[in-house]
């Protein structure tokens, strides 16, 4: 049995759960909207964080706010892809959580969100913690009170 199987869900914190920075696709604030479609098309993913070039966590972005900001009245402007910054398009205000944050805390987070950003004091980037994590372990230690 695996030592994270072993506690109960309220000694778990999002350090136990999170996948850390250098599994996580990103893009960066800078770049332009073309190179954040193709991160999110190639990984399949719905959204991704966005960094700065300190690699600071800046908010998340999706493809539905990319598709819409190149939509014309009849026409997808392609020209755009190029010309908008990833900044002009992300999602800002998104909720972040810390390494030692408690499980019922990211528990209550992940109901609006797929996933939540993790970064330290500083605001640096160190991970994402997703609903599906928060899931299985709420899954694990259902069968486990049996
Ligand atoms: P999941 O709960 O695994 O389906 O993940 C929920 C969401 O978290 C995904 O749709 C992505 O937006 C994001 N996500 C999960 N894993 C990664 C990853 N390795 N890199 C970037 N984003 C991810």
Same mark, same amino acid.
């Given at each position: 049995?695996?030592?994270?199987?072993?506690?109960?869900?309220?000694?778990?914190? #999002?350090?136990?759960?999170?996948?850390?920075?250098?599994?996580?696709?990103?893009?960066?604030?800078?770049?332009?909207?073309?190179?954040?479609?193709?991160?999110?098309?190639?990984?399949?993913?719905?959204? #991704?964080?966005?960094?700065?070039?300190?690699?600071?966590?800046?908010?998340?972005?999706?493809?539905?706010?990319?598709?819409?900001?190149?939509?014309?009245?009849?026409?997808?402007?392609?020209?755009?892809?190029?010309?908008?910054?990833?900044?002009? #398009?992300?999602?800002?205000?998104?909720?972040?959580?810390?390494?030692?944050?408690?499980?019922?805390?990211?528990?209550?987070? #992940?109901?609006?969100?797929?996933?939540?950003?993790?970064?330290?004091?500083?605001?640096?980037?160190?991970?994402?913690?997703?609903?599906?994590?928060?899931?299985?372990?709420?899954?694990?230690?259902?069968?486990?009170?049996?």
């Amino acid at each position: 049995m695996s030592s994270v199987l072993k506690r109960t869900l309220t000694d778990l914190t #999002v350090a136990d759960l999170m996948i850390p920075a250098e599994k996580v696709a990103h893009v960066q604030e800078g770049n332009p909207i073309e190179h954040a479609l193709l991160v999110l098309v190639e990984s399949g993913y719905s959204s #991704v964080p966005v960094l700065d070039l300190n690699y600071k966590f800046k908010g998340t972005i999706a493809k539905t706010p990319i598709l819409k900001s190149i939509m014309g009245i009849e026409r997808f402007e392609m020209e755009k892809l190029s010309e908008t910054k990833v900044e002009a #398009v992300m999602q800002k205000d998104q909720p972040t959580l810390m390494k030692d944050t408690e499980f019922l805390t990211s528990l209550k987070i #992940v109901i609006d969100h797929a996933f939540a950003c993790v970064v330290d004091e500083e605001g640096y980037f160190l991970g994402i913690l997703t609903r599906r994590a928060i899931l299985k372990e709420v899954n694990k230690s259902m069968y486990a009170s049996e």
